[in-house]
């Protein structure tokens, strides 16, 4: 079984800084990713960045990167130079190895952004 | 290239009523997977379908059903809706619904049970 805990439910960030959301998971897989969505109001889920569990190097993608301590079984998402598009609920999910396809989501993090 | 489409958007029924979801996946993806998302339940796994065949299922009632079309579109479908069923229904669609693929959402149907 997999459980994934987003313990922050809102955060503010001021345009052009940076911001972190944390994540802390925890399965009984040998073999699993790791997964940020971002929900803006649209409401449709859009994948942001995704990380292998048995690469040791953190996953980057433009802006946003991510630390991933996996012995803390923590998985924190930076997003830099903060936007306003950035502002939306961010969801931290995993899934374990093969063809499982069942994603875990946590509960969410609103994140907004100061003009 | 057309995304995940959901249909409809917006549902209002009546509690004891039924409804169904439909959900059109991405052209030659063939697996589909369903979430239900509320404010107090946050985004629950509800199944997932890959060629016509239901192959994993999370912990929801036997009220909800779904399955597959040999074109790989689903439907959900909700039998005795209860108030506690208000909720976003998402749709997720992948390749091969193995984990190295990457799932792609629809907007979702936002019901509501009165």
């Known amino acids: 079984a997999q459980t994934v805990t987003q313990s922050q439910p809102e955060m503010s960030v001021q345009e052009a800084e940076t911001v972190t959301l944390s994540c802390t998971y925890d399965?009984?897989?040998?073999?699993?990713?790791l997964f940020w969505y971002k929900q803006p109001p649209s409401r449709q889920m859009i994948l942001v960045i995704r990380?292998?569990?048995?690469?040791?190097q953190n996953a980057t993608e433009n802006r946003f990167s991510v630390n991933f301590q996996k012995a803390a079984k923590s998985f924190s998402l930076k997003i830099s130079d903060s936007q306003l598009g950035d502002a939306a609920m961010y969801f931290c999910?995993?899934?374990?190895?093969?063809?499982?396809?069942?994603?875990?989501f946590g509960k969410g993090i609103t994140l907004s952004v100061r003009p | 290239k057309a995304g995940v489409t959901q249909t409809p958007r917006y549902l209002i029924k009546t509690r004891g009523q039924q409804v169904t979801l439909s959900c059109s996946p991405i052209?030659?993806?063939?697996?589909v997977s369903w979430y239900q998302q509320t404010p107090g339940q946050g985004l629950q796994f509800l199944f997932e379908?890959?060629?016509?065949?239901?192959?994993n299922k999370g912990n929801f009632p036997g009220r909800f059903s779904g399955r597959q079309f040999s074109n790989s579109r689903s439907e959900m479908n909700v039998s005795t809706l209860e108030l506690g069923d208000s909720a976003l229904y998402l749709c997720?669609?992948?390749?091969?619904?193995?984990?190295?693929?990457?799932?792609?959402f629809g907007q979702g149907t936002r019901l509501t049970v009165v």
């Open positions: 399965t009984s897989e040998s073999d699993y990713y």
């Open positions: 990380q292998e569990a048995y690469k040791q």
């Open positions: 052209s030659g993806h063939r697996s």
């Open positions: 379908y890959f060629s016509e065949t239901q192959r």
């Open positions: 997720a669609s992948s390749l091969t619904g193995k984990t190295n693929t990457e799932a792609f």
């Open positions: 999910a995993s899934r374990a190895g093969g063809a499982n396809s069942k994603l875990t």
